[in-house]
């Protein structure tokens, strides 16, 4: 009895300090990155959910469509905004305590499927692994949804362990719950279930799997009832499964990540209703959300058989980022943060190249162990969902702690064979490494990080228009006060969005998105000043945006227009005389030269 309750105080204490060393550094990296504008000001998904996270806030609980994004972790937001306050650091401490947990519950599995030592190891790599420090500071599902896939695998771990009804049902009910912030953990349903279903005598297979889809129902089902409720089509959780396939295996993608097709808009925070649309010109008719996915998952398909080959070399592609040591950027970048924002994403702490060779010969080693075998499982299941739609950083994260687990386990089947002097054993692991070590680092990735100052641009951008609003606004009432201050918060932001999106044309002169997104950002900041009459300013700016950007009807026109303003007949002739040689078909220039007398 003693023995019993010394081991579970020190397994308390080892918790408690994992727990401890976890939060120190999570914390200590989320106050160390609180200033930068992609941590302050939510970006692209995180600003989704941060606007769904306000409209739950403000009463609207259920919504009106079917869920597009996976719902939880909205509603996690929603939830600490009403505690916290919107904009509140303690919204992302709260995601670095909980991840701080995710580090906890490693362990645990890892002595459950091993022994004390590995699970202290791979508490240790848990702990101090970067890319779950980066994830902590952004409004993003990842630190939720890895701590929720991870309590569900121990969960599972637990339920084979104890072979009791409530635990298959909790396991069912947190994988379930897991769901509810990342679709594509469903593919491990199945096969955890079938596993569970393969156990003899038969008898003894129908109560773990029963009590399994209980718990799984009973986390799943109130969102399928609602999304019934609100559009009247039955959708299990949300209707992007055939949206995002078909991104991940359109013809036009061989990135082995997220590239969008042509249809679309360069954002990707109005990708819903681009899907929508381009679905009802091909067909020719409306569709409900749930048939608007099957529609893309049929058109991927049809892609696919149009050329297996590209379909096979994409694959590939894909495999090699899985496997790769870069973190590919979505939203926003990891390796930015560490270049120029993170002094602690510097440190030489773990990340995927360093442990998943590690991980690998841990597989290998536990490979006819029962007690690993939902882990596996996991790992195959959600391996083939990232191979069938695409990589990203923040797609590949939620591997990270079955990875780390076989990763302990990998480090002591090391020290085993030189503690033994199995020569033959460590030679074959020094070869193993060396090779899998080459394959992760190998430069299978270059990024320029022109997408991350895009991305941050265009919200600059879209807070500049919200005071450009708020000063027109203003001005109607007749305060001109706050209408001038509206406007001077407008240029500032306007300043930051043009500096963010110059500095992407820097990092990357060629890309399509800079490119447009800058000459937004010169035409919107041009016509606003033409309609406040601040002609001698729109000529300054109307001159940048030819100089940027020479073969652009629209700065031509804008610069001719300026001139015009300030009664320069001439120049402005000459600006629209050159708009209308880049663009002979349209009429504006025409017309302004009608107007100024000129041909």
């Not at 069912?172 to 593919?187: K, M």
């Not at 990540?257 to 808009?265: D, E, G, I, Q």
């Not at 641009?457 to 027109?472: M, P």
């Not at 016509?527 to 073969?551: I, W």
Request: aromatic share 10%.
């Amino acid at each position: 009895m003693n023995d019993a309750g010394g081991a579970a105080r020190r397994q308390l204490a080892i918790g408690a300090g994992l727990f401890l060393l976890s939060a120190v550094f999570r914390v200590a990296y989320v106050l160390e990155v609180s200033g930068d504008a992609a941590v302050r000001f939510p970006l692209l998904d995180s600003r989704a959910y941060h606007e769904r996270a306000l409209r739950i806030l403000s009463g609207e609980w259920l919504g009106h469509d079917v869920f597009y994004q996976d719902p939880l972790y909205s509603y996690l937001l929603a939830l600490l905004y009403g505690i916290f306050g919107v904009g509140s650091g303690g919204v992302l401490i709260t995601q670095a305590l909980i991840d701080s947990g995710t580090v906890v519950l490693i362990h645990a599995i890892a002595r459950r499927v091993f022994d004390d030592r590995t699970a202290l190891v791979a508490g240790g790599i848990a702990a101090l692994y970067k890319v779950f420090f980066f994830y902590d500071a952004l409004l993003l599902k990842s630190s939720i949804s890895v701590f929720l896939i991870t309590l569900a695998l121990y969960a599972c771990v637990r339920a084979e362990a104890v072979r009791r009804p409530a635990a298959f049902a909790t396991a069912g009910f947190s994988l379930g719950i897991a769901c509810l912030t990342r679709g594509n953990y469903l593919l491990f349903v199945p096969v955890w279930l079938a596993w569970l279903g393969l156990r003899r005598p038969f008898r003894s297979r129908i109560a773990p799997v029963g009590f399994a889809v209980l718990g799984l129902a009973l986390a799943i089902a109130p969102i399928t009832l609602r999304n019934r409720a609100v559009a009247d089509e039955w959708v299990l959780i949300t209707s992007q499964a055939g949206q995002n396939f078909y991104i991940g295996n359109h013809l036009d993608n061989d990135s082995g990540s997220y590239k969008r097709p042509a249809f679309l808009a360069s954002t990707p925070f109005h990708e819903e209703e681009g899907f929508q649309d381009e679905a009802e010109r091909r067909s020719g008719r409306a569709m409900g959300p749930g048939e608007l996915s099957r529609f893309w998952f049929r058109e991927a398909a049809g892609e696919i058989a149009r050329d297996p080959g590209h379909f096979a070399r994409h694959l590939a592609r894909k495999a090699q980022l899985l496997v790769n040591h870069a973190e590919v950027p979505d939203n926003v970048s990891y390796a930015f943060f560490r270049e120029n924002v993170s002094r602690i994403l510097r440190l030489p702490l773990p990340t995927w190249g360093a442990v998943l060779p590690l991980a690998l010969w841990g597989v290998f080693a536990a490979r006819h162990q029962r007690r690993a075998t939902p882990l596996l499982l996991f790992l195959s299941a959600y391996a083939t969902s990232v191979l069938l739609f695409y990589n990203t950083s923040r797609y590949r994260i939620p591997a990270a702690p079955a990875v780390i687990v076989f990763a302990a386990a990998g480090v002591w089947q090391i020290v085993n064979a030189v503690r033994d002097r199995q020569r033959g054993v460590y030679l074959a692991t020094a070869l193993w490494l060396a090779l899998a070590w080459s394959v992760a680092y190998s430069p299978a990735y270059d990024e320029d990080f022109a997408r991350h100052r895009v991305n941050v641009g265009r919200r600059h951008q879209d807070r500049a228009a919200f005071q450009e609003s708020l000063a027109r606004m203003y001005a109607r009432t007749g305060n001109q006060v706050a209408a001038a201050e509206a406007r001077d918060r407008a240029h500032d932001l306007n300043a930051q969005a043009e500096q963010e999106l110059r500095l992407a044309l820097l990092e990357s002169p060629r890309s399509s998105e800079a490119n447009e997104a800058l000459t937004a950002q010169l035409v919107g900041r041009t016509r606003e000043l033409l309609r406040g009459q601040r002609y001698e300013e729109a000529r300054r700016s109307a001159a940048d945006l030819t100089a940027s950007f020479p073969t652009l009807p629209d700065g031509w026109i804008l610069l001719g227009r300026a001139y015009e303003g300030l009664g320069q007949i001439d120049p402005a002739a000459r600006a629209q005389r050159r708009a209308r040689d880049l663009a002979p078909d349209d009429p504006r220039p025409r017309e302004a030269l009608d107007r100024l007398g000129e041909r």
